[in-house]
């Protein structure tokens, strides 16, 4: 045992004693189910249960933890314990600290359906590395009288006096994923730090340099529409307007774009062919901010937690952007210009008439400052348009006891006059 991993278990030694009194009591409760009924019921399901995640190979042992071996060392186990009903159940390409996994859910379906009698894993890892999630499916196999495997743990729970280990295998999983994500993390940092880029994808207009993969090279093709965009919001076009004209020029969007050639997200997604060159604002806006347009490479706009999938933007100020790194695709004094005007750009939206008054975007609260809507009221017979407070309406007013709205009759096309 390592100097790290001893220091580790003596700091979180309480913790670790009271989880496995924890798990002697539910295996005297385990126990004492067994003496009413035997668990196994053999004419149900054999679930074999098979997981690989991204870099396995490089972790485990390489090969040993492919999805072949795993189901052939599952298959050849389960029939030396004349287990019947056989049935595979394989998450390829899934990491184990989140349990929203499509073959994991689908098996945790028929247990508590009552489908399956054995299931049967390589080692706990595979099962996850999430020691909570772990202990409740544990639970979860226990009311339901699922037998459960972990060969190479010799955890079988026929056995209960195999289970006293099972809440420290689980722990020390989490620890070894939270380690090496903190390995992995640090890499990127110092790679990230240098002002190489550390997204896994180029930029549309981009691609990564055959004989380097740390710089980019401008696609042309990609690169003259992103040109495009730019000249045309610099000639006055809104982002609408611009949206509207590459969708009539059936001009590709950039998630199609990269699809057709192996890459970005989507690149192994199904996707609605009638959206191919259906652009909208929002593409249009990430694209006319991209500072990696006028050469520079700007890292850690996004951070994550260990149990959260999802990335999270972060505050510009802890950006780490490294300049005039790539060829630009379009002129920092340009990209200055579009920043200045998308800042004080007003927000133009049309109301449920589809008529976008003029004076929308330009209204604001005299109480805390923020945007006022336009919207327009028909009620007693009449047409008026009502200006709301949109932070007011959120319950985020900073002057509680602000007036929420302002009503007027419209005069002209231009000005209105205040309705008492």
Request: glycine share 6%; hydrophobic share 30%; charged share 30%.
């Amino acid at each position: 045992m390592t100097d790290k991993v001893k220091k580790l278990v003596l700091l979180n030694l309480p913790y670790l004693i009271f989880v496995y009194l924890f798990i002697l009591s539910v295996n005297d409760t385990y126990m004492d189910a067994q003496e009413v009924m035997h668990m196994t019921d053999y004419s149900k399901i054999t679930a074999l249960y098979s997981r690989l995640s991204v870099g396995d190979e490089d972790r485990d042992g390489g090969e040993s933890n492919s999805i072949q071996n795993q189901k052939i060392f599952l298959e050849n186990y389960a029939r030396g314990q004349h287990l019947t009903n056989i049935r595979h159940y394989i998450d390829d390409d899934e990491s184990g600290r989140f349990f929203d996994r499509s073959a994991y859910s689908r098996m945790m379906d028929d247990v508590e359906n009552g489908k399956i009698g054995v299931c049967i894993m390589k080692d706990l890892t595979r099962w996850g590395r999430d020691y909570l999630q772990v202990g409740n499916a544990m639970e979860i196999f226990r009311r339901n009288n699922v037998r459960f495997i972990a060969v190479n743990n010799g955890i079988d729970s026929e056995k209960p006096d195999t289970l006293e280990f099972a809440p420290f295998i689980n722990i020390m999983s989490e620890w070894y994923a939270k380690d090496i994500r903190k390995k992995v993390k640090t890499g990127i940092k110092t790679k990230g730090m240098s002002g190489k880029p550390i997204a896994t994808e180029a930029p549309y207009g981009y691609i990564k340099a055959p004989d380097n993969k740390d710089f980019w090279i401008i696609d042309e093709e990609a690169a003259e529409v992103v040109r495009l965009i730019f000249r045309l919001f610099l000639d006055g076009k809104n982002r609408n307007q611009i949206a509207v004209y590459l969708t009539q020029e059936q001009i590709p969007t950039p998630t199609f774009y990269m699809k057709d050639r192996g890459r970005g997200t989507c690149k192994n997604k199904t996707l609605n062919e009638d959206n191919r060159c259906k652009w909208n604002k929002a593409t249009l806006t990430n694209i006319l901010t991209r500072q990696e347009y006028c050469g520079d490479v700007v890292n850690f706009k996004t951070t994550k937690h260990f149990r959260d999938k999802r990335n999270h933007y972060v505050d510009r100020s802890q950006w780490h952007i490294t300049e005039n790194v790539h060829e630009p695709i379009i002129s920092r004094s340009d990209f200055e210009t579009v920043q200045r005007i998308l800042k004080n750009a007003p927000v133009k939206r049309p109301n449920g008439d589809g008529e976008i008054h003029p004076l929308s975007g330009l209204l604001f609260c005299k109480d805390c400052g923020a945007k006022m809507h336009i919207r327009i009221d028909y009620r007693n017979g009449g047409k008026r348009h009502v200006a709301y407070c949109s932070e007011y309406h959120k319950g985020k007013a900073k002057n509680p006891n602000a007036t929420p709205r302002t009503s007027w009759t419209r005069t002209c096309s231009c000005r209105p006059s205040r309705k008492c």
